[in-house]
């Protein structure tokens, strides 16, 4: 079996693995302990921590270690709602359900919130959002990366135009990270999600960066842990996992910016010789994904069929995954219905093969000449 | 990194964490370097594998606890499921009324989130215990109003062990129609649960307190009759909307052997940790002036916490650093105000401040216990020497009727 859904979940690196292991094997001590055995987990769960920071130039003090991707975005959310009861809160059309889903979960609280949509290619649409509106909007949530598309959002732009308004701004970068280049500081947002199991972590850990301009009400309240954000006894060997994989980041864009994209690139290629439509095509994308479809196939055969030539591929993210429904995502850019239905996407990862590719192609060929045939034959 | 067992004491704090059971290592694995999937991929095997998996475990967590796996929520941790639980059940149930019930002694995740219901417009009562730490039936019933709406008590206690009557507060709660959370964190493994009988709505469980993983718990949620919860956590949808966010496959899954572990050796390991318990009570309180917290009888028997009077708390835990031991729940002991728990019992001050912890578990040899006992004896002994109180008790003075001069 091939695995080209990378953007769903990594494997772990044997690096990572092997710096877990002292803490899976023979854990011993909670971190909150006086004792030496908690004296011992605090430290690594520390040096984890200015590891993780160093791989999105924060300062450790701004990380807050969390359980997962949606567990940050919920806190965020959660937090800013209870910190700031005048809160108008805005999202793309595009983000994970993780940011939507609590947004619109607070609406029956009494805050509002306003959707923003995204153009043709999947970039964000300031410019849509009418004066009145703009003056409302105080929290403002972009996924830096979509997880679909791979669409890089303008970042900088979008913050500028956030200061300008006096926009608080929180970036989803769980896709982003390992891929492009982050820089917290530089970037200058008040609020980032970053995740361990899609950089070659373990699952079970992810963190929120947080500036110290913001007061964030905690979300899971106990013994205090992480400043009182996150309560609850540390994972300790995933954040040492987490931690681990950090290190690795800057080498990882590398390699899916060289090689990876490479690859990517002779896929799309034949993809659009075979009459794939590739989306987001026209804009900056990350370089190890690709989304596309096939006018007259369908989707979920193709997907099948591939799975049975042992290929491992997705149909739009994993959280939706059994839900049929077509790409929210790729509705938000206007593609049609039927089209989005049958939409698949390829995610590469750091140690993907160039052979592989190529003999993933050989079967892609053979399977959607034999499907538009069927197609063809039941016209 | 290593870690230097040698110089590492001898480990006696298995209510703050247990270790991993090298069993629940194992098993875990597999499931970080090969199938690493994530559960809620449909389209291929890497993300069937995983979700098979996570399905396994939840069966072995239900069976422990004789649940439906359909009842088994995933969460992070115990702190998770108790502020899922009783934000969530109090959230959704908030038409019948916003008063909560919990005891005084339970632990900061369950106390904290029902301040925070507090803060949103809810009544709380806060029962004391009683001295030996148990629940008085009678106050538990009397403290129920018509807008009661939810009860959180916890089954085993984390500082004192002791173990709650659970069946006649979740009969109560059912009569007056209260939703009925339990915090059993400190209690798989340890005493049997029986949620086919007993009348409980919602139950928290943590994974590390039972030789399992960090990071990993889960919330039991009755479907019969069925309990409704609002989520905490919104996104994917995971875990039937309860609960989204991606499933850590490999923490599942040392978390449903680290149960089917317990489940199979609870008789067993309960009746050596018992004996063990009783040697080191029975060595321990040859110490004079020595006090045990809590109910002796109804007691896990992981668990004894002694104060000995006479001897400062922070110059004995320093004194006594051949062994790991808790004074205080480790969550708040890197402060130094005495334990909430002992204090509600109505201990004083100076006892709270000099109890100690010590918990015991499956690793736990009968060397460890003599050891122990051999080195509280002499450090409490050399600790009393140098004590100008315990002179002017052993000359019969009575120290509560002492005037002290002021500086």
Known sequence: ?379 | MKIETEAMPIYMDYSATTPVDPRVAEKMIPFITESYGNPASRSHPYGWTAEKAVEEARKEVAKLVNADPREIIWTSGATESNNLAIKGASNFYSSKGKHIISLATEHKAVIDAVREMERLGYETTLLEPEPDGLIDIKKFKDAIRPDTVLASIMMVNNEIGVIQDITALGNICREEKVIFHVDAAQATGKVEIDLSKLPVDLMSFSAHKTYGPKGVGALYVRRKPRIRIEAQMHGGGHERGMRSGTLATHQIVGMGEAFRIAGEEMEMENARIKKLQARLLSGLTEIDETYVNGDLVKRVPHNLNISFNYVEGESLIMAIKGIAVSSGSACTSASLEPSYVLRALGRSDELAHSSIRFSIGRFTKESDIEYTIKLLKEKIGKLRDLSPLWEMFQDGVDLEKVEWAEH
């Open chain 1, 1 to 379: 079996m091939v695995y080209f859904d990378h953007n769903a979940t990594t494997s772990i690196h044997p690096e990572v693995l092997d710096s877990m292991m002292p803490f899976l094997a023979s854990q011993q001590g909670n971190p909150s302990s006086s004792h030496s055995f908690g004296k011992y987990v605090l430290t690594a769960i520390e040096e984890a921590r200015e590891k993780v920071a160093s791989s999105v130039n924060a300062h450790p003090s701004q990380v807050i270690f969390t359980s997962s991707g949606t567990e940050s975005n919920n806190t965020i959310i959660n937090g800013i709602a209870g910190s700031y009861p005048e809160s108008h809160f805005a999202f793309s059309s595009i983000e994970h359900p993780c940011i939507s889903e609590p947004i619109k979960s607070i609406n029956a609280m009494g805050f509002e919130n306003t959707l923003i949509p995204v153009d043709s290619k999947g970039l964000l649409n300031l410019s849509a959002i009418s004066k009145h509106k703009q003056k409302k909007i105080t929290f403002l949530s972009v996924m830096m990366a979509n997880n679909e598309t791979g669409v890089i959002q303008d970042m900088p732009s979008i913050v500028k135009w956030a200061k300008e308004q006096n926009i608080k701004i929180h970036t989803d970068a769980v896709q982003a990270l390992g891929k492009i280049d982050i820089d917290f500081e530089a970037l200058d947002v008040d609020a980032m999600t970053i995740s361990s199991h899609k950089i070659y972590g373990p699952q079970g850990a992810a963190a929120l960066i947080l500036n110290k301009k913001i007061d964030l009400k905690p979300h899971m309240m106990g013994g205090g842990q992480e400043k009182g954000l996150r309560s609850g006894t540390e994972n300790i060997a995933a954040i040492v996992g987490f931690g681990k994989a950090c290190e690795r980041v800057q080498k990882n864009i590398v390699i899916i910016n060289s090689e990876i994209k490479k690859y990517r690139f002779l896929l799309e290629k034949e993809l659009k010789k075979l009459g794939a439509v590739i989306f987001a095509n026209e804009v900056e994308r990350l370089g190890n994904t690709t989304f596309f479809a096939f006018n007259n196939i369908d989707g979920s055969t193709l997907l099948t069929a591939l799975d049975r030539k042992g290929y491992a591929i997705a149909s739009g993210s994993a959280c939706s995954s059994n839900s049929g429904e077509p790409s929210h995502v790729l509705l938000a850019m206007g593609v049609n219905q039927e089209l989005a239905q049958g939409a698949l996407r390829v995610s590469l990862g750091i140690n993907t093969k160039e052979n592989e590719v190529k003999e993933f192609l050989q079967s892609l060929k053979i399977e959607v000449n034999r499907l538009k045939q069927l197609t063809a034959m039941a016209a």
